[in-house]
C-alpha cells in the first residue's frame, strides 16, 4: 500500500521570505522558485494573493527591507575595501557593471524602479492603429484629434501624447473604440 504524498507546509515568514526573494528577482517566478526550491507554481500562487494570510504581506515587506539594509551593508563592505590600486586595475566595464548592480539593488530594495520605461512610443502606436482604423472606415479625422479623444479616456497618456500646455477639449464626434 502506498503512502499519500505529504504536502510541505510553509510559515507565513517562509511565504514572506519567497515574496521578498520574488522582488529582489524583479518578478522572475523560475529563477526564486529554482534559488528557493519551492515550486514555481506554489510561488505562483502565493503571488496572487492564494494560500497566505493576512500577515503575509507585512513579512514580504520586512524581509524586503532587511533584505535592502543586508544589501547595502554589503555594498558598503565592498566599497570600503576597495583600493585606488583595485580601481586601476578594473575593466571599465566591470566598473560600470559593478555601479550598475550596486544601483539596481538600492532601487529595488526601496521600491522603485529599475529601470526608464518610456511609453510615448507605445500610445503613439495605439494611436497611429486608431487612426488609420478610423480612415480605413471612412472617417475624417486627424492624428491630433484621435490624441485628444485617447487622452479624454485615458488621462493617463496625456503626457506621452499631448504637447506641455494642451489642455484644449478634444473635438466631438470621434468614435474611438476601446479594446475589450
Not at 492564494?50 to 520586512?62: F, Y
Not at 485617447?150 to 497618456?157: L, N, S
Request: proline fraction near 6%.
Amino acid at each position: 500500500m502506498e503512502e499519500p504524498i505529504k504536502r510541505r507546509v510553509y510559515s507565513d515568514r517562509e511565504k514572506g521570505q519567497a515574496l521578498a526573494a520574488l522582488d529582489a528577482n524583479d518578478g522572475n517566478m523560475y529563477r526564486t522558485a529554482q534559488q528557493l526550491g519551492i515550486p514555481r507554481t506554489v510561488l505562483q500562487q502565493w503571488s496572487r494573493g492564494q494560500g497566505i494570510s493576512a500577515d503575509v504581506p507585512l513579512l514580504r515587506q520586512q524581509k524586503t527591507l532587511e533584505l535592502g539594509a543586508r544589501f547595502g551593508e554589503l555594498a558598503e563592505i565592498i566599497l570600503d575595501s576597495v583600493t585606488p590600486e583595485d580601481l586601476a586595475k578594473a575593466s571599465l566595464k566591470d566598473k560600470f557593471i559593478s555601479a550598475a548592480v550596486a544601483f539596481d539593488k538600492r532601487q529595488l530594495s526601496h521600491g522603485e524602479p529599475t529601470q526608464i520605461h518610456d511609453r510615448t512610443l507605445e500610445w503613439q502606436g495605439i494611436a497611429d492603429r486608431i487612426l488609420k482604423q478610423a480612415l480605413e472606415r471612412g472617417e475624417e479625422v486627424t492624428i491630433e484629434q484621435v490624441k485628444m479623444k485617447i487622452v479624454e479616456r485615458k488621462p493617463e497618456a496625456r503626457r506621452y501624447l499631448l504637447p506641455e500646455g494642451v489642455d484644449a477639449p478634444p473635438p466631438e464626434g470621434i468614435k474611438v473604440r476601446a479594446k475589450r
